[in-house]
């Protein structure tokens, strides 16, 4: 049975002799991408720290030339407890793949993969929690493309008040 583009989540990786690529459902792409997490961070770790290449195209962020890593950025700015974490630190992913890797739009595999490098578990209903995002909350912006996504006026100010 074919894909169907609208509600498919793809994956590609090449990096250090390793070319992946996953199709299908969020849940299946990021069951994999757990699953293939340390062919992908060996093939990461062996690649030219340079320029970025093929890893900023593999959808694995990586701290920029001069940027924060994910573990200092979160460090820095603290998240509610209770209700409100999850969309608090989804919003602080978010912000953390825009602003600081320079991420045009970031997709549901991106926050689970910051939520993995965080060893927190992910979130169980991420698809419904951006929906809420965009529609009710009017913190993000549709991307291009169904299930990608980017801060909105509304989310950035967010952000910025926030996490200071």
């Known amino acids: 049975m074919p894909l169907d583009p609208a509600s498919s989540t793809v994956f590609r990786f090449s990096g250090d002799g390793v070319h992946l690529e996953f199709a299908g459902s969020e849940d299946f792409v990021a069951q994999q991408l757990e ?3 340390p062919v992908i961070q060996r093939a990461l770790r062996q690649a030219p720290a340079a320029g970025g290449g093929d890893a900023a195209a593999a959808g694995a962020p990586q701290a920029a030339a001069g940027g924060e890593s994910l573990e200092a950025w979160t460090a820095a700015r603290s998240v ?3 209700r409100g ?26 926050i689970v993969w910051c939520f993995q490098q965080q ?9 419904n929690t951006l929906g809420q995002l965009k529609r009710s909350s009017k913190l993000l912006d549709e991307g291009s493309r169904r299930g990608f996504y980017t801060l909105s006026g509304e989310g950035r100010r967010l952000v910025e008040t926030r996490f200071r």
Do not use: H
Not at 86 to 105: F, H, N, P, S
């Open 119 to 127: 060893g927190l578990e992910r979130p169980k209903n991420l698809s």
């Open 85 to 110: 974490a999850i969309t608090d630190r989804i919003m602080l992913y978010i912000a953390y793949l825009q602003l600081v890797q320079g991420k045009r739009e970031v997709s549901g595999s991106d």
């Open 35 to 37: 699953r293939f997490q």
């Open 80 to 82: 509610r407890g209770g």
